[in-house]
Antibody
Framework: EVQLLQSGGGLVQPGGSLRLSCAAS????????MSWVRQAPGKGLEWVST????????YYADSVKGRFTISRDNSKNTVYLQMNSLRAEDTAVYYC?????????????WGQGTMVTVSS | DIQMTQSPSSLSASVGDRVTITCQAS??????LNWYQQKPGKAPKLLIY???NLETGVPSRFSGSGSGTDFSFTISSLQPEDIATYYC?????????FGQGTKMEIK
C-alpha cells in the first residue's frame, strides 16, 4: 500500500523555525517528485514546493521562496520541509504529496497532514 | 500566475442528482487539469487527472471534460459519501494553482 506518514509541526513563534518530515512507503521513492501543499484554516489549497526525484531540482511558491527549503533523503524514503523565518500567514495544515512523475504535475497520493501554527 | 475560477462555490443537491462543477483557467492550459475531493478533516484525494482520466479505484460516476480554458467535473448520480469540497488544479505553469473549491452538500 502506498503511504505517506508525516511528522513534525506544532506551535512556533513568529520568526522561528520548524522542520516537517514525510516518510514514504509502498512505492519506488526515488522515481517520483515529491511536494508540499498547505491549507490555511478554512481556506483552499496552496502549492508550496516540489523536489525532483533525485533531489537536484527544487521549485517554490513565491510566498515561501528564500524561507523554506525542500529536500529529500532517498536512502530513508523521506522528504523534508525546513521552514525558517515563519510568519503568521504560514499557519496551515501542511500536506506532503507524491507526484505522478518527475515534475510537480499530478498529486496522486497525500499524507495525513500536519498542523503548523505560527503565533506568539 | 494562472488563476483558476470554480463555479459554483457551493452546491446543494439531492441524492441521485447529476451535478456539474466548472473550472475556468485564466489562460490556455491544454488538458493539464486535475480534480481532487477533500472530505472534512481529511487530506485531498485525486479523482481525475489530465482533465478526463479517472484515477484508479475512483467510482465511474465521477467524470471530467474540457481543454484550453474551460473544464467541467460531473457526478452522474450524487451519493451521500460524495459530501466534500472539490478542487481543480492546473499544472501547465508554475506556480501550480488550485481553484477556490466547491463545497458539495446534500439537500
Amino acid at each position: 500500500e502506498v503511504q505517506l506518514l508525516q511528522s513534525g509541526g506544532g506551535l512556533v513563534q513568529p520568526g522561528g523555525s520548524l522542520r516537517l518530515s514525510c516518510a514514504a512507503s509502498g512505492f519506488t521513492f526515488n522515481r517520483y517528485a515529491m511536494s508540499w501543499v498547505r491549507q490555511a484554516p478554512g481556506k483552499g489549497l496552496e502549492w508550496v514546493s516540489t523536489v525532483s526525484p533525485r533531489g537536484t531540482t527544487t521549485y517554490y511558491a513565491d510566498s515561501v521562496k528564500g524561507r523554506f527549503t525542500i529536500s529529500r533523503d532517498n536512502s530513508k524514503n523521506t522528504v523534508y520541509l525546513q521552514m525558517n523565518s515563519l510568519r503568521a500567514e504560514d499557519t496551515a495544515v501542511y500536506y506532503c504529496a507524491k507526484n505522478s512523475g518527475y515534475y510537480p504535475d499530478v498529486f496522486d497520493v497525500w499524507g495525513q497532514g500536519t498542523m503548523v501554527t505560527v503565533s506568539s | 500566475d494562472i488563476q483558476m475560477t470554480q463555479s459554483p462555490s457551493s452546491l446543494s443537491a439531492s441524492v441521485g442528482d447529476r451535478v456539474t462543477i466548472t473550472c475556468q483557467a485564466s489562460q490556455d492550459i491544454s488538458n493539464y487539469l486535475n480534480w481532487y475531493q477533500q472530505k472534512p478533516g481529511k487530506a485531498p484525494k485525486l479523482l481525475i487527472y489530465d482533465a478526463s482520466n479517472l484515477e484508479t479505484g475512483v467510482p465511474s460516476r465521477f467524470s471530467g471534460s474540457g481543454s484550453g480554458t474551460d473544464f467541467s467535473f460531473t457526478i452522474s448520480s450524487l451519493q451521500p459519501e460524495d459530501i466534500a469540497t472539490y478542487y481543480c488544479q492546473q499544472y501547465d505553469n508554475l506556480p501550480r494553482t488550485f481553484g477556490q473549491g466547491t463545497k458539495m452538500e446534500i439537500k
